[in-house]
């Protein structure tokens, strides 16, 4: 539930970054392809590895937010085989960086 909830409000709270969005998106769409007929199964099995629901598998497919908090692109990342090294983070002061 947190996860829906961090997805909607998108604030710094202390000193953790946020993930960019188009970050994550692009590892999960090594995994889940629009159109292909396993595609809901993808995004089914993304979530259940990331301990969390389709909708939010989905809301961060769509885009809605610049950002996702530090923990939920971490368990998406992990969940696609991948690293949040693969992704740039947005720091409270508002800085964009690499992971590494």
Same mark, same amino acid.
């Not at 909830?5 to 090594?30: C, F, M, S, Y």
């Not at 007929?37 to 979530?47: F, K, M």
């Not at 720091?91 to 590494?100: A, E, H, M, N, Q």
């Given at each position: 539930?947190?996860? @829906?909830?961090?997805? *909607?409000?998108?604030? /710094? #709270?202390?000193? #953790?970054?946020? @993930?960019?969005?188009? +970050?994550?998106?692009?590892? =999960?769409?090594?995994?889940?392809?629009?159109?292909? +007929?396993?595609?809901?199964? %993808? @995004?089914?099995? *993304?979530?259940?590895?990331?301990?969390? %629901?389709?909708?939010?598998? $989905?809301?961060?497919?769509?885009? %809605?937010?610049?950002?996702? %908090?530090? !923990?939920?692109? +971490?368990?998406? &990342?992990?969940?696609? +085989?991948? /690293?949040?090294?693969? &992704?740039?983070?947005?720091?409270? !002061?508002?800085? @964009?960086?690499? $992971? =590494?």
């Amino acid at each position: 539930m947190s996860a @829906v909830l961090d997805w *909607i409000l998108e604030k /710094h #709270e202390g000193p #953790e970054p946020r @993930v960019v969005t188009a +970050d994550v998106q692009a590892l =999960l769409r090594n995994v889940i392809r629009p159109g292909d +007929d396993e595609g809901g199964e %993808s @995004v089914a099995l *993304i979530a259940e590895k990331a301990s969390i %629901s389709t909708r939010t598998v $989905y809301r961060v497919l769509q885009g %809605s937010t610049k950002t996702i %908090s530090l !923990d939920l692109g +971490d368990r998406l &990342c992990i969940a696609a +085989d991948s /690293h949040l090294a693969a &992704c740039r983070l947005v720091w409270p !002061d508002g800085r @964009v960086t690499p $992971y =590494l």
